[in-house]
């Protein structure tokens, strides 16, 4: 099962991710350029409440994805790095 918060705070140097889920296989978090290229991603095997830090002080300006998969679901949240 799984039940999921993300709730952004971009700053010029890193994303934070405030991530809330449960369920006990891993999950995988993407940060994706425009291209489809992943350009950061971390592995979570916890569940409950999980902040994650994306270091974004050295990415170009634009648009990028956030993607959450867990379970074969995929959720995206759009962010634009300035």
């Known amino acids: 099962m799984l039940v999921t918060t993300m ?3 971009l700053s010029s140097h890193y994303y934070q991710c405030n991530l809330e889920f449960f369920g006990d296989s891993k999950a995988i ?3 994706v350029n425009i291209y489809g290229h992943v350009v950061d991603e ?3 095997t916890d569940s409950g409440r999980i ?5 974004i002080s050295g ?4 648009v990028y994805v956030l993607q959450l998969k867990k379970d ?3 959720i ?3 962010i634009i790095v300035q």
Request: proline share 4%; aromatic share 8%.
């Open 7 to 9: 709730q952004p705070f």
């Open 29 to 31: 978090i993407s940060l």
């Open 42 to 44: 971390q592995q979570v």
């Open 51 to 55: 902040k994650l830090e994306f270091n």
């Open 59 to 62: 990415l170009q300006g634009g």
């Open 72 to 74: 074969g679901i995929v």
């Open 76 to 78: 995206s949240e759009k």
